[in-house]
Antibody, heavy 121, light 106 residues
Framework: EVQVVESGGGLVQPGGSLRLSCAAS????????MSWARQSPGKGLEWVAH????????YYLDSVKGRFTISRDNAKNSLYLQMNSLRAEDTALYYC??????????????WGQGTTVTVSS | DIQMTQSPSSLSASVGDTVTITCRAS??????LNWYQQKPGKAPKLLIY???SLQSAVPSRFSGSESGTDFTLTISSLQPDDFATYYC?????????FGPGTKVDI
């Protein structure tokens, strides 16, 4: 079964750090770009970042650029999101998602169930 | 950034109805428009990609179309399982923005 499973969410104080992980299974992880998206009541669904299949290209939402780092370990079939200098507005349910290959043109075709990040003092 | 709007924000329908949801992009996005379905407490699910291509295993009552910067998701013969929130997303340029969603309820 093709699936991705997130972990690592939690409660963190403003200015703190958190590292999210995503374990992939059921497909050849190294063949796919991967993405993080988030959802909050205030901002709806937001694309956060994505990374090329070999890790050589990374793209970010402007509001997280310089604070968040997306990375992957193809040997471990894992995707990560290192989040630093967290702000209250980063509070959301964070999803790991697979980026569909051609002809999907970056549509997110497999999603995890999400991990909750709460930034609060 | 490309802004995505959706209308209506919510609608009420009955089983068997045909439902149409519209998504508008603030600029041309060359068919790079996807539709997702989300049920409460669940992750979004891809329904349609590149404006009109049906994702594998998605029922054929779902269809997508486009006219310029306007995109439409049509659900023919609405089924009980279709009551959910629907989002559009453009993947033409970064950041890949989503619409605010359309809630379809009974």
């Amino acid at each position: 079964e093709v699936q991705v499973v997130e972990s690592g969410g939690g409660l963190v104080q403003p200015g703190g750090s958190l590292r999210l992980s995503c374990a992939a299974s059921g497909f050849i992880f190294s063949d796919y770009w991967m993405s993080w998206a988030r959802q909050s009541p205030g901002k709806g669904l937001e694309w956060v970042a994505h990374v090329r299949d070999d890790g050589s290209e990374k793209y970010y939402l402007d509001s997280v650029k310089g604070r968040f780092t997306i990375s992957r370990d193809n040997a471990k079939n894992s995707l990560y999101l290192q989040m630093n200098s967290l702000r209250a507005e980063d509070t959301a349910l964070y999803y790991c998602a697979r980026v569909g290959r051609h002809p999907y043109y970056y549509a997110l075709d497999v999603w995890g169930q999400g991990t909750t990040v709460t930034v609060s003092s | 950034d490309i802004q995505m709007t959706q209308s209506p924000s919510s609608l009420s329908a009955s089983v068997g109805d045909t439902v149409t949801i519209t998504c508008r992009a603030s600029q041309g996005i060359s068919s790079r428009l996807n539709w997702y379905q989300q049920k409460p407490g669940k992750a979004p699910k891809l329904l349609i990609y590149t404006a009109s291509s049906l994702q594998s295993a998605v029922p054929s009552r779902f269809s997508g179309s486009e006219s310029g910067t306007d995109f439409t998701l049509t659900i023919s013969s609405l089924q009980p399982d279709d009551f959910a929130t629907y989002y559009c997303q453009q993947t033409y340029s970064i950041p890949f923005t989503f619409g605010p969603g359309t809630k379809v309820d009974i």
